[in-house]
């Protein structure tokens, strides 16, 4: 049996219904990824009883799933993981009767019944995650590069060869290969959230963000069993366990004033978007991608003396709102993503 390479990995995700029960992937369940972090971890129990000086027994204990999917951020095919941590979808709205299609995605209160079936192909094999959950989102970028999009997941268990093989990975096809987003394509815009609408005044040049949000979810033991001699314990679904947080930074290469350490002594909150735009789907529709902010707290500003030029790095609480600010008539949520590209169905449906 030959050995695998990275280069030889396939990826391939699907929306599931039963908690603990894999679904097979199939046409367009297929992405690119980068390296992962998801591993399948149990500590073992040592029969640690008297009367013994070598330990001669050890009992297989809880399984714990857990790890960072990262991607590149593409316009297209990701759909299903980023509203399977924003929690609220729908079907999106055909653009001029074209292959465009305009998408929002807000953010549940929960994500109860939001899981998916996770499968690797490893070459000679398929390791699967039944359920994986997304608990985490972080989208971040820099000048000069592409944007990144890394899902932190929690999962139930990791079976090899079960309900998607190498012989059912034959059907699974890519949804995308191309259309990452560019840092360069996006568009940064602030102003105070009692301001106007956002216009080009309103542009800022940072050069990097950070956008982390995390669901504080935790799945408890006693439902679910890998069964046979030596059965171990599995989650079930992961559910709310605290309040989420929300956090976003960004990075100014020049640090010229005292206005934001202004604005952090008064505590003047602020509203935003990023909008970045892609390449051109049909007729005058492009490829987008928009994440707006209705309510920011600024938490830091963290100026610090440097031998060449000094940079402004920023850091917001990004909070609910009340109300929806102006110009983001229906935004109250921490943040809305939304924007335009091929996919014609709901991603949760």
């Not at 996770?118 to 699967?128: G, I, S, T």
């Not at 820099?142 to 990144?148: A, D, I, S």
């Not at 012989?167 to 259309?179: P, W």
Request: proline share 4%.
């Amino acid at each position: 049996m030959s050995s695998v390479a990275g280069s030889e990995l396939k990826f391939a995700i699907k929306k599931a219904t039963a908690w603990g029960t894999a679904v097979a992937c199939g046409a367009l369940n297929g992405f690119l990824a980068l390296a992962t972090g998801i591993k399948r971890d149990a500590d073992v129990d040592i029969d640690d009883s008297l009367g013994q000086f070598w330990a001669k027994d050890g009992t297989p204990g809880a399984v714990k799933v857990e790890g960072d999917l990262p991607v590149y951020l593409r316009y297209d095919g990701l759909d299903l993981l980023i509203a399977l941590f924003m929690g609220t979808a729908g079907s999106p709205a055909q653009q001029g009767g074209t292959a465009a299609y305009a998408y929002v995605y807000d953010l549940a209160d929960n994500t109860d019944g939001l899981f998916a079936t996770f499968a690797k192909h490893m070459k000679n094999y398929v390791a699967e995650v039944p359920s994986l959950k997304i608990a985490g989102l972080t989208i971040k970028g820099e000048q000069g590069k592409p944007l990144q999009l890394i899902a932190k997941t929690i999962g139930d268990n990791v079976l090899y060869d079960g309900t998607n093989d190498a012989t059912s990975f034959n059907n699974v096809t890519l949804a995308e290969v191309s259309n990452r987003v560019q840092f360069a394509q996006g568009v940064f815009r602030m102003n105070d959230q009692g301001g106007a609408a956002l216009d080009v005044d309103d542009q800022i040049g940072p050069s990097s963000f950070e956008l982390t949000a995390m669901r504080k979810l935790t799945g408890t033991y006693g439902s679910f069993v890998t069964g046979g001699a030596n059965s171990q314990d599995l989650i079930d679904e992961p559910v709310n366990d605290g309040l989420p947080e929300v956090t976003l930074k960004l990075q100014f290469p020049k640090h010229t004033g005292v206005t934001r350490l202004t604005d952090l002594g008064s505590d003047t909150r602020k509203k935003a978007d990023i909008t970045f735009t892609g390449a051109l789907i049909a007729a005058t529709y492009y490829r987008t991608f928009k994440i707006e902010f209705p309510h920011l707290q600024l938490k830091s500003v963290d100026v610090v003396d440097e031998v060449g030029i000094i940079k402004e790095p920023v850091e917001f609480l990004v909070h609910a709102a009340s109300s929806a600010p102006t110009g983001m008539t229906g935004i109250t949520k921490p943040f809305r993503i939304s924007g335009i590209n091929q996919l014609a169905t709901d991603p949760l449906a």
